[in-house]
């Protein structure tokens, strides 16, 4: 049986991503509060959306140069992030209806991102 070789860079891009895309939400979150009435505050708000379409392209295209194999392992990757995402919110929503915790959303692209890593190393485990 072969060695499955997943190259580290697509996760080293997505972390870099979501590292600049934290980043770019905390500049724009201290930018508004210390210039309330600028008019530059929504185009402030808006910017860490370039960063998100941005980190979608360049995952999109880091895919398009795989193998069948790594692509599965990725598209598995994506599939477990997402049902891992999608229960942690549904237990925080409910958390949140019943005002248990406070309402905060800055967790929950890390979080993706965790489950993604996750996810990459259940299916590489996998397919061994």
Do not use: C, N
Not at 5 to 11: A, E, I, N, T
Not at 42 to 55: G, H, K, Q, R
Request: proline share 5%; aromatic share 14%; hydrophobic share 60%.
């Amino acid at each position: 049986m072969s060695a499955i070789v997943v190259r580290p860079s697509l996760l080293f891009r997505v972390l870099g991503a979501s590292a600049l895309l934290l980043a770019g939400v905390v500049a724009a979150i201290l930018f508004v509060e210390k210039h309330p009435a600028s008019p530059w505050r929504y185009p402030a708000l808006i910017a860490p959306m370039a960063i998100i379409f941005i980190s979608v392209v360049v995952t999109w295209l880091s895919m398009q140069g795989m193998d069948e194999l790594a692509r599965r392992i990725h598209f598995e990757a994506m599939a477990i992030a997402f049902l891992g995402s999608f229960t942690v919110i549904s237990i925080y929503s409910f958390l949140l209806y019943t005002r248990i915790v406070p309402m905060t959303l800055s967790m929950f692209a890390p979080m993706m991102v965790v489950w993604w890593v996750i996810g990459v190393g259940v299916s590489i485990w996998r397919y061994r």
